[in-house]
């Protein structure tokens, strides 16, 4: 039975065409089919274009080809073939087609759409475009209601410059607000700066990122890189805050003994080699350490998921340095605005400084030292809740299959006077052109989209951990002092600061070093202790109000021990300290050594003379001046000077007591030392007890002996030595220190 322009009418719904006709198979099963500016109005007031339209009236399946436009309320599906399922108000394409919703254009090669709840399912190259994003993946499920897009796997967010990408395999993205929530391999990138997390928050509009568990962010340019619990990122400043166990790591140039001396500025000229000669001698050095390390840096595969990063193996000539704290923070500032220091360093020593005068008596100085400080962080918690109710799309038909409806009964259609269809809104001469061209144009978008694997964040997180670590052959330091270089530097120069407070530990091989924060300049490569600050080199302990230390080249350069500065050092298993302090203690290093050494300031040298044959201690020498210069050479004394204002005694052991056996403002707390990398991670600096005026009262040597009568009688073995030694060592000559030599 063939109708011209006929309506057809069934369980609600309207078909209508220029011409169809219905029939009946064998089962008495009827079937419509329509030909031209088909459309199918339904109850809920979705409305399906096309021009070709099968129709089983039993199973009310409807198939359309050619042209087929859906319009759901604010949803439009375009595609060259519709199966719609009117029973279950579900439409699946399979040979590609778009979806447009407020603003969001979606194209896939296959797709299946739910009207009741607005959600669509694609597969297969999809490619959503929206007015501040572009998304690439194969698998995704869009809620048209509130524009929110669930992820299943490899996917790429691209902001339209494409400078900003968020990758994940699991998570949510609205396309609206522009927030994310992401659970499963994530990683953001923004040009040089990456930041990964086993859980990642973005918000579009502020430009924060959260990253939470396992966290590493690296900034590729300033050859930056942290690990951490939680990171927050901000956009606006280029800023990362990391808690929970952060961890900063930096790469520099271990103890050497090849021929790379640094030359003593008060040298003779005339004896050492050219300029020229040793820039290019140095530039051919720093070569070789880049090759060694990207060739090891090579065999890394991918970053373990621990907040301990993955250990490298460490080059003879190359050592790392740990730093945590309670909280790290760092930015990117412009280089004009990084205020160098002046420190007016000179490894000549310098101008003295003048105290007023002192009276050498045997009465101890009393100093007081008030290093507590006060900081406010604001260590608010934060939550990250994700959706885990997604379902996959391989479960889609088997969950549309056992759904089940009521029956109901098909009745005899009527024959109907030939009724005008109703026309679309839309101009129907032109919307067939233009649904094939949006059908050819996204079978083109789809083509050269690239829709990622599940291995590119891997390779891009490796790649930039790999740069981050290869330092750069020119060193990037401002002299300290030179305000030109600054003043010159460009408006787009920038470099990066780093503030740790709270807890503060910092590991090295050779050098560790505790503080209640630092300040961190990449600029100049300053470093800057504050609060309690303590280290410890080799034997030495150090510690002042405030301690700067500063890397050139990779290397220690100098450091300066501002403020009630004390170098301590244990002699015969801490029974005795060889002491070295003053208002201020400058040193300046060769090959990460001590070369020289400046004590400035009511200076005073406590040292305790050993007989190395008997392992005894024979004498104690003090020492008291404006200034006590010592150079070195190695790890030995060659040379030392008091400058005005000198006191010298030697005191026989016996005669040594616990009054003048240490120095004012004497301190040694070896406990505080972080031992090792995990050490410096998982133990704190211990807490001054309440009721102490300062973080550590000076110890007395009774309290000392008491910390160390576990040694198995070592002070009572040693004492009873040197009662017995006596008259053996009064009859023989004496030990002395390095020769002294008093300045004019």
């Given amino acids: 039975m063939i109708f011209y322009r006929p309506v057809y009418e069934h369980k609600g719904s309207t078909l209508s065409a220029d011409s169809g006709y219905i029939y009946e198979d064998e089962l008495k099963r009827q079937f419509f089919e329509a030909f031209g500016n088909v459309v199918i109005t339904q109850p809920s007031g979705t409305v399906i274009y096309s021009d070709y339209l099968h129709y089983d009236a039993t199973a009310q399946h409807a198939r359309l080809n050619k042209n087929v436009k859906m319009v759901d309320g604010t949803s439009t599906l375009t595609t060259n073939f519709l199966t719609y399922k009117m029973r279950a108000k579900v439409g699946t394409y399979t040979g590609g087609g778009r979806i447009i919703s407020q603003g969001d254009t979606i194209t896939s090669k296959n797709a299946y759409y739910f009207e009741d709840t607005k959600d669509a399912y694609f597969r297969n190259a999809v490619v959503v475009r929206t007015p501040n994003v572009k998304i690439y993946t194969d698998t995704m499920r869009y809620n048209s209601a509130d524009r929110m897009t669930y992820f299943f796997g490899p996917t790429n967010i691209k902001d339209n410059t494409g400078e900003k990408n968020l990758y994940t395999e699991r998570g949510h993205y609205n396309t609206g607000t522009g927030i994310a929530d992401f659970n499963k391999n994530n990683l953001y990138t923004e040009g040089t700066k990456f930041l ?122 190359m050592d790392s340095v740990f730093l945590t704290a309670d909280t790290l923070f760092s930015r990117a500032i412009p280089l004009k605005e990084y205020i160098a220091l002046d420190l007016k360093l000179d490894r000549s020593g310098g101008e003295l400084i003048i105290e007023d005068d002192v009276d050498y008596g045997d009465d101890d100085l009393n100093l007081e030292v008030d290093s507590t400080m006060d900081l406010e962080v604001d260590s608010t918690a934060l939550k990250l809740n994700l959706d885990s109710g997604e379902m996959a799309i391989d479960d889609l038909e088997q969950v549309i299959s056992s759904k089940s409806y009521p029956d109901s009964t098909l009745k005899t259609i009527p024959q109907k006077p030939v009724i005008q269809a109703k026309k679309p809104q839309n101009n129907k001469k032109d919307e067939p052109l233009s649904i094939e061209a949006t059908i050819k144009a996204d079978s083109l978008t789809r083509q050269n989209a690239i829709i990622p694997t599940g291995s590119e964040a891997d390779s891009l997180l490796n790649n930039a951990l790999k740069v981050a670590q290869t330092q750069d052959t020119i060193t990037k330091n401002i002299p300290v002092g030179d305000s030109t270089t600054i003043d010159a530097a460009s408006d787009t120069a920038r470099t990066r600061i780093v503030k740790a407070y709270y807890n503060v ?71 005795k300290f060889n002491q070295l302090k003053g208002r201020k203690i400058t040193a300046f290093f060769a090959n990460n050594n001590i070369d020289r050494l400046y004590v400035d300031g009511n200076a005073e040298n406590l040292i305790f003379m050993e007989n190395t044959e008997l392992g005894i201690i024979t004498d104690m020498f003090h020492d008291r001046g404006a200034r006590i210069k010592i150079k070195m050479e190695g790890k030995k004394i060659i040379d030392y000077v008091s400058v005005r204002k000198v006191d010298q005694k030697v005191y026989p052991f016996k005669m040594v007591t616990q009054e003048n056996e240490i120095l004012p403002g004497f301190i040694w707390r070896p406990q505080d030392r972080p031992t090792s990398k995990e ?66």
Avoid: C
């Fill in 196 to 317: 990964k997390g086993d859980s990642l928050h973005y918000e579009r509009e502020s430009g924060i990122g959260k990253a939470y568990r396992n966290v590493v962010f690296i900034d590729t340019l300033d050859k930056f890189y942290a690990y951490g619990g939680f990171g927050l990122y901000r956009q606006s400043d280029e800023s990362i805050t990391m808690t929970e166990k952060p961890l900063i790591i930096t790469l520099v140039k271990n103890d050497s003994t090849d021929n790379n001396v640094k030359i003593d500025s008060t040298e003779n000229t005339d004896e050492v080699k050219s300029r020229r000669e040793r820039r290019r001698e140095q530039r051919e050095l720093e070569e070789q350490e880049i090759l060694e390390i990207e060739t090891e840096t090579d065999s890394i595969s991918s970053v373990e998921s621990e907040v301990i990063p993955p250990k490298l193996k460490e080059e003879a000539k």
């Fill in 505 to 575: 530990r910092l590991f090295k091989s050779d050098l560790q070093a505790v503080a209640d924060s630092v300040y961190y300049g990449m600029a100049d490569s300053m470093f800057r202790f504050m609060g309690r600050p303590m280290i410890w080199a080799q034997g030495s302990q150090i510690s002042a109000d405030t301690i700067f230390m500063q890397i050139l080249n990779q290397q220690l350069d100098n450091a300066l021990l501002k403020e009630n500065a004390m170098m301590v050092n244990a002699v015969l298993d801490t029974v």
């Fill in 679 to 744: 050490d410096l991670l998982n133990r704190r600096r211990e807490i001054p007890k309440a009721g102490e005026e300062g973080p550590n009262l000076p110890q007395t040597s009774e309290q000392i002996t008491k910390d160390i009568s576990s040694e198995k009688g070592l002070i009572d073995a040693v004492q009873e030595t040197v009662s017995k030694e006596t008259k053996k060592v009064e009859n023989t000559e004496k030990e002395k220190p390095v020769p002294l030599k008093q300045a004019n």
